[in-house]
């Protein structure tokens, strides 16, 4: 019999549970991962919406040259651009505006957040983050758009910055109740740290594809990581395991004693009984435990002043005098 290659020896040295384990922090590293991606680019691509432009009579003597040099029309001027940056927003009051396109997708952020997790306990985990990557990566693409189509309205741009911050908050809630659902708390400090690095690994990439679009055509910086989270979007619908239940798979072990305590009962029952071994030695007196609801035994007397009995708890005749 031939040896096994290495390749194959390492695949047969883990379980059918721990590849499926591993698929699944690797799908939502992904897919959290591409969240990023796509709110990276408004920020890499505001210098170009608005560039820092002087007019002839603002520039020093000694850089007027550089001026000229730096601003001198080229020979196929784009229809899209001012020379100032981006219509509306090449106006003086530029910081209110790209203000405005943040706490537009802030506020809804903060306010779906809260309602996403009420939904996403109610359906499918697969179905609702795939149709909230689909639809983020549907709204960071239109925002793209706007440079190949010549739009200039600002409404435009706040509305898909609203729309996006909403559908943006189904990622969180379904990757944290996913993981959770797999892993447990076995181990979840390691799981955690490994697994959230998705948050720095998404936005490098986010700002390494804004930036290589920005300058040449700034609407591709938006368009290539709403096609990404898309494409993602469509691998967790047909990936995405939400449960081991799902595939006959064991859940998470959770440590227990033989006498099925959790360990952290266990702990304190061993140190309670050795704070009563202690007093004992010390005061010799015997600690007697009793039941929760003791039930106390009564004696039936009988007066001797007349035929009526009473209960005496203490045993003892009350002789009426």
Request: aromatic residues 14%.
């Amino acid at each position: 019999m031939a040896v096994l290659p290495p390749g194959i020896r390492l695949f047969l040295s883990f379980s059918r549970d721990q590849w499926f384990r591993t698929l699944v922090l690797l799908l939502t590293f992904l897919f959290y991962c591409s969240f990023h991606l796509s709110r990276k680019p408004i920020t890499i691509v505001k210098g170009e919406l608005h560039r820092h432009c002087s007019e002839p009579h603002e520039v020093e003597l000694h850089s007027y040259k550089e001026f000229v040099i730096l601003n001198h029309p080229p020979l196929n001027p784009s229809q899209n651009a001012s020379r100032c940056g981006w219509a509306p927003f090449d106006k003086k009051n530029y910081k209110q505006l790209l203000g405005a396109l943040d706490y537009s997708f802030l506020c809804a952020y903060a306010v779906g957040m809260y309602f996403s997790g009420m939904i996403g306990e109610r359906l499918p985990l697969r179905f609702f983050l795939s149709w909230g990557m689909v639809t983020s990566g549907i709204f960071t693409a239109l925002f793209g758009l706007g440079y190949f189509y010549n739009i200039h309205n600002l409404s435009y741009y706040i509305i898909i910055q609203i729309l996006n911050g909403l559908v943006q908050t189904t990622g969180w809630p379904s990757v944290v109740t996913c993981i959770g659902n797999w892993f447990g708390k076995g181990k979840r400090g390691f799981i955690m740290g490994v697994w959230n690095s998705h948050t720095s690994v998404g936005n490098i990439l986010g700002s390494f594809i804004a930036g290589y679009w920005v300058k040449s055509c700034w609407g591709m910086s938006f368009l290539v990581p709403g096609i990404i989270i898309m494409l993602m979007g469509v691998t967790c619908f047909f990936f995405l395991v939400e449960h081991p239940q799902d595939i006959n798979s064991d859940p998470p072990m959770v440590p227990k004693s033989c006498n099925g305590l959790t360990t952290q009962n266990k702990v304190l029952l061993i140190t309670e009984q050795q704070i009563e071994e202690e007093w004992e030695s010390r005061t010799g007196w015997v600690h007697l435990r009793y039941p929760t609801h003791q039930v106390m035994p009564t004696k039936r007397t009988e007066v001797a002043s007349n035929s009526s009995s009473a209960i005496s708890l203490g045993g003892t005749k009350n002789s009426g005098k």
